[in-house]
Every structure is written in C-alpha cells, then in structure tokens.
C-alpha cells in the first residue's frame, strides 16, 4: 500500500482533520496521480453534513494534478503529464450504457470517486482532498494546454454536469437559455452557454450578481424573489438547468419554460413535486442529468480550452478547507473554491 495525506469527516458534520490515508498499489491498468489541485463541490458539503460516520469519508471529486507512476498496462500516460479526474473512476464497461460512453448511467452504478466501492476488492473510495490519488487510466483525462490547472478542476464535476443537458438539450447559436442559481455549477452553465452562442439569463435571489452576470458574458438577470420579473418572463426560455442546490418548489421556473422547452434539474438530486399542469401547458419537459461520460468529458475540456472557459475560483490553502465548506454553506463563494494540495507533504514516488 502507498500512503498520502488527506483531510477526513469522522463524523455527520465534522471538521475535516488532516489525516494519513493508504492508497491501493498500482494494478496494471492504474495511474497515481499527484493532486495539485481539488475543486470544494456543493455535493462534499451535503456529504461531509450527512456523513454517517461509519467509514472514512475523504471527500472531493474534480481534480487536477501529474502522473507519478504507471501501470505497466498504461499506454495513454506517461510520468510528468498533466490529467483532470472527475467524480466517476470505474464503471462496468459492458453494459448499454456504457458501451455508449455514458459510463455516469451505468447499469451497476459508476464507482464514485469517494464513497464508492471499488469494483476489484470492495474497499470504499476515499476522494481527492488528498496529495495523491490512484485511478484506472480510462477515467484519467489529458488536460489541454492552455487551461489553468486550478481553474479548471472544477470543470471536472461543476463543468461536466451543466454541459451533459446543455448538449444533450440542442444548446447553440440563439437558444435562450435561462441558469437558475448562480454558483459553483450555476457560473459554468452561464460560461458554457454563451461559448455556445446561447442568449443566457441568469434567476438568482440575489440582484447584487448583476455585475457578475455581464463579467460571464450572461445576458440578464432575474431576480427570483421580484415576483414581477418572474411573470413578466413567463415562457421565455427553451432550456432552464436549475442549479439551485436546496430543495424548492419548481413551479415558477417551469413557468418560464418556452413551448415544447425543458427544464433540466441537476441541483437538488431528492423528490420533486410538480403539478401535471405546470408541464401541460406548454407541452413543457421536466428532466435531469448528472456528471458526465467519457466522451462528453474529453469533449467539454477540448471545448474550454479552445473558448477559454474555466471556473471562477478562490484559490485555498487545503489547511483551510473547513473554512471553504463554512463559507460555501452561507453562499459566500465567487464562484468556486480551489484547495492547494501543495500543502500537503508528498509522500509518494
Ligand atoms: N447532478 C449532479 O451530478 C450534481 C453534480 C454536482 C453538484 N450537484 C448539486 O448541485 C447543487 C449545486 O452545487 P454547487 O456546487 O453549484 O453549489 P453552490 O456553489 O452552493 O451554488 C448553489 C446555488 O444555489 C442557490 N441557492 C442556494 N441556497 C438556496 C436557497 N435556499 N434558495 C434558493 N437558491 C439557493 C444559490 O444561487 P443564488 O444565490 O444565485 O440564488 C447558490 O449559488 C448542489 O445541490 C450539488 O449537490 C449535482
Ligand atoms: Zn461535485
Ligand atoms: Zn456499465
């Protein structure tokens, strides 16, 4: 076994406390990877809340960092090269979602990059607020030239989750697309869109982000507590990805959709109550997307490095990850925290 630091939750609520962690020794078809840096998501605040406390949770899932060591299967890496990891490290490989390449669907679940269970010897996975993580190749991304390391490991989960249903939902030159919730996924939707030629809006609570709003290239803000904004924009978009990471009451964002437009939730992953006829008039859709697959993610980090698209970020010690999560807890993010792991010894090859 190899062993790297890390910070872990022993409990529902617990700070974070830096601690050793083992990591597998490689198999065959394994990269280690350095962690450089690892984006502070909204879903290691739901887990590191809700944690039950009965394993090890090591949270974070988009990362950026170098290849330290191979497999001696590994062709597509070399020592020294620069590679992305998501929130998804294994998959079945066989099933039919998989063999289309939306390995996040997979009939036997995808492993998750922490709480998962490894598919070869059952340990569960302990994530990448960490100095090292070892990763099938598959799962391991080249990262472009051109993207900033730190800005861009959000990509790998924020990222990937908005540009699946914007892609997936025909998003392009003219669409009108609306992001409700501006944050950590609700910014890159924004970003994404408009490098698709979208014309984007921006529904937030907060109507101080209209500065913002421009900064990203969006085109207008709703605020979403002005209930005369919200009426006067009724059936004005054909897609809405609603980030907004609480649970809440749908029905006024469907109100916005357009004839035959989607509303896309991938913000609050729990029971959704909708009245039929929020979706009957205006034969409206309802769905859904999370992560992304292998195809999808080698295109979107293509796509940002030729747009020039990465997160926002507030660049963090990893020592004050605690004080990330707190602040992300009160909304005060603009818009994603980024830990540098490089204060965490490194203890690997
Ligand atoms: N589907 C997936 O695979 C997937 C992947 C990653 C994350 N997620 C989930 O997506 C959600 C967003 O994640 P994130 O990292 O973007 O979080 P975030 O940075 O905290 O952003 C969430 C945004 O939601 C809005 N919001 C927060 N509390 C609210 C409330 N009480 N009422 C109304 N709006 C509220 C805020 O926007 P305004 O201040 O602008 O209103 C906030 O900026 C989380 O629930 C996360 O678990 C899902
Ligand atoms: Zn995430
Ligand atoms: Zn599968």
Known sequence: MRTTLGWQADHAGAALRRTSLRRRDLRADDLAVRVDYCGVCHTDLHAVRAHPGEAPLVPGHEFTGV??????????????????????????????????????????????????????????????????????DVFAYPLPAGLDPAAAAPLLCAGITVWEPLRALGVGPGTRVAVAGLGGLGHLA???????????????????????????????????????????????????????????????YLKLVALDGTLSQVGHLGTVTVQATDLLIGRKKLSSAGSGGRPATAALLEFCA??????????LPSARVNEALDRLARNDVRYRFVLDMSDLQWEGS
């Open 67 to 136: 290849v330290t060591d191979i497999g001696q299967e590994v062709t597509r890496f070399a020592v020294g090269d620069q590679v992305a990891v998501g929130n998804i490290v294994d998959s079945c490989g066989g099933c039919a979602m998989c063999e289309v390449g939306q390995e996040n669907f997979c009939h036997e679940f995808p492993t998750l990059t922490y709480g998962g269970t490894d598919r070869r010897d059952g340990t569960t996975t302990l994530g990448a607020f960490s100095r090292e993580y070892v990763v099938r």
């Open 190 to 252: 924004v970003k994404l869109a408009v490098a698709l030629g979208a014309d984007t809006t921006v529904i937030s609570r907060s109507a101080d982000k209209a500065d913002d709003v421009r900064r990203l290239g969006g085109h207008d803000l709703i605020v979403s507590t002005d209930e005369r904004q919200m009426t006067a924009a009724r059936d004005r978009f054909d897609v809405v990805i609603d980030t907004i990471a609480v649970p809440h009451d749908v029905s006024p």
């Open 306 to 315: 030729q747009h020039d698209v990465a997160a926002d970020i507030e660049l």
